[in-house]
């Protein structure tokens, strides 16, 4: 301690040298002390420090001064509270000095010092303390009137101390208002600038009676009409507090209007601007408040828009587009003619343009009409004259085509509707906009040769986004776009980035269109590309290799040869190779550039690679030693897989054995993108160049693959089992060597609980290959004894792990795999499949698999109708095995579908005649028909439909479900004639009739587009209205229903969201009706028999967050969220989900509501559960604090929500919380180990 004391004291002592040097130098040193965090200092040490460095503010030096000021930042952390309040003392004093460089310093340490100020509980009093000290220096300098300057500075650090600690101000919030406001009448600009800045820090954190003040206290002094200047002024200020206040300016909205409409007609440019600025602010902030005045907005902006006096437009659209090119050398000239410096007119046109932009973008509903007023009005301002505001044009008209694209890809990923009603549902936006696409190329292809960089590069970026909102639509117009790219390629003046935009608007065009409509122009369109292959920047030679790789595509589209296009590409293919060739030789480029040089050799070699002779050999050398090098074997495997799949059948006999032995070693490294691609690449070399492959060079392959056939990556399985098929059926002696290894890692894949869909049709085409080559010393008989060896014991375990059902059913589909490909062997394998199932003495392992594998070779239809099968599955229906009863039910479904007029009568008589196993044949039969095709099951729709309706008003649940679904995917067969029949169901039947009704409807909505889409749009509303049936279980599965629509196609309930939602919102509240006491011995239990329909009332609205969010109201929707953060533990723990989710949606709606939400949130963090609980309730609470405090995560990530003074308290309050902290951090993933809560959390 005493070293540091001693240490400190030298540095001082060195501090008051003359030699400005040593001063410079024990500063430097002294701030890197403190910079440590184990110093600690005594008090007099302290004290000195901090005498000292206040001192060295004033030194002559200024890099002293500069250093004494960065030692003020780690000082405020290491020093106590009447240090810290010291230095805020003499540096507030210091700024109202006389002396200007003082002043300045003063207020430079004075921000140090805010910057530094602790959030954390723990350091708040200090942060209070030094707060009030500074707060009531600056409201006393602001009122220096005489001096500006001090003014000013005192401005700027409130402004900084609002926006980083507004929390800790919340006492001086008023008396700062009122100091500020004055401020605004002020008759210097800068003041007042300043003084809005300030307000617009304060407005987020204030209180509502606050801002109300404030709004009120600007209104007023609107109306009084002051002055322009000062009305500009207030109109900047409005604009300032709804960017930063956001919604709060919402309730103000009715009276702000009309007064800021009102502004719009004085005469005066920047206080239009202002007008439009604050319009702006109103519609990004409070989209909802701002709907009733979105067509005065509009109006205002198309108006304001055109507002150039100053200037004619007419003569320039009379003159010719020749004319224009000539009048290119005058238009500086022409330029200054109108617009001298005092025209301010474009600060309005832009201002109005980004209004507009903002109403695009917050209000996609109203896209139809944007297309009928704003794209014409935006599409007539191409031709603006002042760059900067046509480079706004084009960015709202950008806008306007990325909104377009959002609805025209559907809801986020979801597949929205089907065949006929997915086209309707998305075609009038896009429809409108396919009509405006030659007006747009017309007005820009004029644009693309101006000299104006920014305005070219507006163009391209616009003709980018036209390209992927409608793809093909620029087609006819490629002849008038390629001019004015080739002219940005080869225009002597354009810049790097000039260059680069063109190179990737032309790779975008070239992507999205067919090549026949570029073959005609390759003339043109050629020679800049090659000349920017060879251009010395790499950005630029990358870009444009990417656009050889196309045009290449062009010269020789793939499935197609040259003839039949008409195109001889020929002529080109020289001047491209050499220009590539180079590209792909040199080592000492960008690594960008070597890996597209490669690639787009690749396609050269692919598409023309018979027109390129004797070079062909040494560019597949080159690939190789690319191949070789670690940056770009990548690149190079997916070329020559690319190259070995070509329909040339290129030669890659001289590279052939190098290749297989890298790639074979590719397949040790654990990279996994290399190693997926090595393993593509090997399969098609062994696809398409067998009979080049010899042995040898296959074993260092060979030798790798069995150690990649495991289950800890199901994909790399998969592509591995893929490759050992094409080996199997191209060089089958190939795998002699190799089968017992693969065949084990197979067999313990096939036993693995993992493996379905992809990895087991995988290995179902291996083992046809295997038993088909012959090769391998494992036949039929081999083959089926080790696959279904496991199941013969009573443990039936592999590697001492119990057997999964899955496997199960993947055995049971090999053998059936292992049967069709060797009919001959298929009767004895039934014959000795029913023995084990009739051999009572069997396990029941060895039992369930034989009915299965009998199942899976019965659906190939090999069965036939074997009276003897047919008794031996329903004598293991009856069994008193359950295991053994469900594999028989799912045997006799997969017959039925081999086999349908042989067992579905027997099927369909066997479900009336046997009500004891209704429920198992009933899952026979969803099996068959969900399996058959709609033409073989046809002639017995009406029989299977009249039994399931004699079956739909069963008591038991579980089988109601099951007809549901049965009836649901039956009507798929034929929805014209059976959904019509379904809806008439809907008003004939009893309560549990209905619910079996919509249930079945449940099951028509596919996540896939299918024919019943369109049929189901016109009348889902019909069923959707039992969501105001009398039964509350009709009233539940109707919930689930509409949620199944939601998630699978929003498009089709999106239309109804008006009429569904006030029911559904209704089916959220608790009904104390339904809730009941039961009596338990001495114990009194409540029973609430509305909570499941709550709760699927709740997933409803989880759901249409993901898929619906546009046809929501958000405000109303977390009313709803608010009740169930008080519900039921379920609920719960899905309104906590949606709140983390609607804090990343609609980030403005939350704030809106945070002092509501944040109650319910609070007292789930901090309820305890009583003492003396069992296990259970301790878990349960435990869960339900996480998940709420993973909501509060999700709205501390929200910008500038600690502004809130309520959420900054809880905020404060989990930091202080040990408990509370601690969870906080594990749900945060507990990143950054000692971080400390504070420091994690801090978002202000």
């Not at 050999?617 to 074997?633: A, D, M, S, Y």
């Not at 009500?915 to 046809?938: F, M, N």
């Not at 309560?991 to 896939?1008: C, N």
Request: aromatic share 4%; glycine share 4%; with cysteine.
């Amino acid at each position: 301690m005493s070293n540091v004391s001693y240490h400190i004291s030298n540095l001082l002592e060195k501090m008051t040298s003359t030699d400005k040097d040593f001063r410079f130098m024990a500063t430097n040193d002294l701030m890197l002390e403190l910079q440590k965090d184990s110093i600690k200092l005594d008090e007099d040490s302290e004290r000195k420090v901090v005498s000292m460095l206040l001192k060295l503010l004033e030194d002559k030096n200024g890099e002293v001064q500069n250093l004494a000021v960065k030692c003020l930042a780690p000082l405020v952390s290491k020093v106590k509270e009447p240090q810290v309040e010291t230095m805020v003392d003499t540096l507030c004093s210091n700024m109202m000095s006389d002396k200007e460089p003082l002043r300045d310093i003063s207020s430079m340490g004075l921000k140090t010092v805010i910057a530094e100020l602790p959030l954390s509980s723990s350091g708040l009093t200090l942060t209070v303390g030094v707060c009030k000290k500074i707060t009531s220096q600056l409201i006393g300098a602001m009122g220096k009137q005489e001096d500006v300057s001090v003014q000013l500075e005192a401005l700027d650090i409130l402004s900084d101390m609002l926006g980083r600690l507004s929390g800790a101000l919340v006492g001086f919030h008023s008396s700062l208002l009122s100091s500020l406001l004055p401020q605004l009448t002020s008759s210097r600009m800068a003041v007042r600038k300043r003084s809005i800045l300030a307000l617009g820090q304060l407005v987020p954190s204030c209180s509502p009676t606050l801002f109300s003040q404030l709004t009120e206290h600007l209104l007023t002094e609107l109306s009084k009409a002051p002055p322009t200047s000062m009305t500009r002024t207030y109109i900047q200020c409005l604009a300032t507090i709804s960017r930063q206040g956001g919604h709060r300016v919402g309730e103000h909205l009715v009276k702000l209007i009309p007064m800021v409409v009102k502004f719009t007609g004085v005469e005066d440019d920047e206080l239009r601007e202002y007008c439009f600025q604050a319009f702006e602010a109103f519609i990004r902030r409070c989209p909802k408040e701002m709907s009733p005045h979105v067509t005065t907005v509009t109006q205002l902006c198309l108006k304001f828009m055109t507002f150039d006096p100053n200037y004619n437009y007419d003569e320039e659209e009379v003159e010719g587009e020749d004319s224009m090119d000539v009048e290119d050398g005058f238009d500086e000239e022409s330029d200054d003619e109108y617009s001298d410096d005092d025209d301010m007119s474009w600060k309005v046109r832009r201002s109005s343009i980004k209004c507009l932009e903002a109403l695009i973008s917050t209000r996609r509903d109203l896209l139809l009409s944007f297309y009928s007023s704003v794209c014409p009005a935006l599409l007539a301002r191409f031709k603006e004259r002042e760059e900067n505001v046509r480079a706004d044009v084009f960015t709202a008209f950008s806008t306007l085509l990325k909104q377009t694209r959002v609805v025209g890809s559907g809801h986020r990923g979801n597949i929205t509707a089907g065949a006929d009603s997915g086209v309707r549902e998305e075609e009038p936006a896009l429809a409108m906009l396919k009509k405006q696409v030659p007006v747009i190329v017309k007005a820009l292809h004029r644009q693309l040769k101006e000299k104006s960089i920014k305005s070219r590069q507006g163009c391209f970026c616009l003709l980018t986004e036209l390209a992927h909102t409608v793809p093909g639509a620029l087609e006819p117009h490629i002849p008038a776009l390629i001019p004015g790219i080739v002219f940005s390629l080869t225009d002597k003046s354009t810049s790097s980035t000039m260059r680069i935009d063109a190179l990737s608007f032309l790779h975008v065009l070239l992507f999205t269109h067919p090549p026949q409509a570029f073959q005609p122009h390759m003339q043109v369109l050629l020679p800049p590309v090659v000349a920017c292959v060879e251009d010395t920047f790499y950005k630029i030679t990358s870009e444009a290799l990417l656009v050889t790789q196309q045009l290449v595509r062009v010269m020789r589209p793939q499935g197609q040869n040259a003839t039949a296009t008409g195109f001889d590409p020929k002529p080109f293919v020289k001047v491209v190779f050499s220009v590539t060739l180079k590209r792909l030789k040199a080592t000492d480029i960008d690594q960008e550039v070597k890996e597209r040089a490669i690639s787009c050799m690749g396609h050269m070699v692919c598409h023309l690679g018979d027109h390129l002779g004797a070079e062909l050999q040494g560019v597949l050398l080159i690939f190789l030693e690319r191949l070789k090098n670690e940056i770009t074997r990548l690149t190079a495997v997916r070329t020559i897989a690319l190259v070995s799949a070509s329909p040339l059948k290129i030669d890659l006999s001289s590279i052939l054995s190098d290749t297989l032995s890298v790639l074979g070693s590719f397949l040790r490294k654990n990279q996994r993108a290399l190693k997926l691609c090595t393993l593509a690449c090997l399969t098609a070399l062994v696809s398409h160049h067998a009979a080049s492959i010899k042995l040898a060079a296959l074993e260092a392959v060979l030798s790798e693959l069995p150690a990649l056939v495991d289950e800890s990556d199901m994909h790399v399985s998969q592509v591995s089992v893929s490759l050992l098929t094409c080996l199997a059926k191209a060089c089958p002696s190939s795998l002699g060597k190799i089968s017992s290894s693969v065949l084990s890692g197979v067999l313990r894949l096939v036993h693995s609980p993992l493996l379905q869909g992809g990895a087991l049709a995988a290995i179902l085409d291996f083992l046809q290959a295997l038993v088909l080559s012959k090769s391998s010393n494992m036949g039929f008989s081999q083959l089926l004894k080790a696959l279904t060896a496991p199941f013969q014991s009573s443990k039936c375990s592999v590697d001492g792990s119990v057997l999964h059902r899955q496997s199960f059913l993947s055995v049971a589909r090999c053998v059936a795999a292992l049967c069709s490909s060797c009919p001959k062997e298929t009767p004895g394998t039934v014959s000795s499949l029913l023995q084990e199932v009739k051999n009572p003495g069997s396990p029941e392992s060895a039992r369930v698999l034989a009915l299965l594998s009998l199942g899976e070779v019965g659906r190939t239809g090999s069965l036939g109708a074997s009276k003897e099968v047919q008794g031996v599955i329903l004598e293991a229906i009856s069994s008193t095995n359950e295991e053994v009863k469900t594999a028989a039910s799912c045997a006799l479904g997969s017959m039925a579908v081999g086999s349908l007029n042989d067992y579905l009568p027997f099927l369909l008589k066997e479900i009336s005649s046997q009500p004891r196993r209704q429920y198992l044949l009933l899952h026979s039969l969803k099996e068959v028909i969900s399996a058959c095709p709609a033409s073989g099951l046809w002639p017995h729709v009406e029989s299977i439909w009249s039994l399931l309706f004699q079956l739909c008003e069963c008591q038991e649940e579980g089988t109601r479900n099951l007809v549901a679904e049965c009836l649901g995917k039956l009507t798929l067969v034929n929805a014209e004639q059976l959904l019509p029949r379904l809806k008439k169901q809907l008003r004939a039947g009893s309560p549990l009739a209905r619910s079996t009704v919509v249930t079945a409807v449940k099951f028509t909505i596919m996540d896939q587009p299918a024919p019943i889409d369109s049929l189901l749009k016109d009348c889902i509303s019909d069923f959707l209205k039992t969501l105001q049936d009398e039964d509350i279980n009709v009233r539940r599965v109707a919930l689930v229903m509409f949620n199944s629509a939601a998630h699978n196609k929003p498009s089709l309930i999106l239309g109804l969201l008006g009429t569904v939602l006030p029911h559904l919102y209704k089916e959220t509240q608790i009904r104390k009706d339904l809730i009941r006491e039961v009596e338990m011995g001495p114990f009194k239990h409540t029973v609430d028999d509305g909570l499941d329909v709550r709760k699927a009332a709740f997933e409803c609205m989880y759901t249409l967050l993901d898929s619906c969010l546009e046809g929501l109201d958000v405000l109303q929707f977390l009313d709803h969220v608010e009740e169930g953060l008080k519900d039921h533990y379920d609920i719960r723990m899905l309104t906590f989900l949606m709140l983390a989710r609607l804090a990343s949606l609609c980030p403005a709606a939350v704030l809106q509501r945070l002092d509501r939400l944040i109650e319910p949130l609070r007292a789930t963090c901090t309820t305890k559960v009583k003492a003396g609980s069992v296990k259970q309730e301790f878990e349960k609470q435990e869960e339900l604090r996480r998940s709420a405090m993973r909501a509060v995560a999700a709205l501390l990530a929200v910008p500038e929500v600690e502004r809130s003074p309520t959420m900054a308290d809880f905020a404060n309050q989990i930091r202080t919380n040990a408990d509370m902290a601690s969870i906080y951090q594990s749900v945060q993933g507990g990143e950054g180990g000692g971080v400390a809560p504070a420091e994690s959390m801090d978002i202000s």
